[in-house]
């Protein structure tokens, strides 16, 4: 298969990481998130929930911190069913002008 990315992964040991809140472009808002993050790139994160996320779908995820503009969003890229209501995502995530 060929590689798609431009920028190489970087493999973390997984981390729990809990979302304050994640808002889909529906209006629909889940507080309160856990997640694993198991990877991240420059332009995007990969990551384990049991949130049902559908491929394409925006969602923004505030993160806990004492930075008030701690705000990650992005779109879902793929999506991989891990059974048991476990789903592993790519997510593809977009940059503010602040962050150019």
């Known amino acids: 298969m060929e590689e798609k990315r431009k920028f190489q992964r970087t493999t973390i040991e997984p981390l729990d990481l809990e ?5 889909f472009d529906s209006g629909k808002r889940l507080k309160h998130v856990m997640l694993i993050l198991n990877d991240v790139s420059e332009e995007g994160i990969r990551f384990t929930s049991d949130i049902d996320m559908q491929e394409g779908e925006s969602v923004r995820f505030h993160i806990p911190s004492l930075d008030i503009e701690s705000l990650v969003q992005g779109k879902v890229a793929w999506k991989k069913s ?4 476990k789903f592993q995502y790519g997510m593809h995530v977009e940059r503010s002008d602040s962050n150019k």
Request: hydrophobic share 20%; proline share 0%; aromatic share 0%.
């Open 19 to 23: 979302i304050e809140e994640i808002e």
């Open 82 to 85: 891990e059974g048991q209501g």
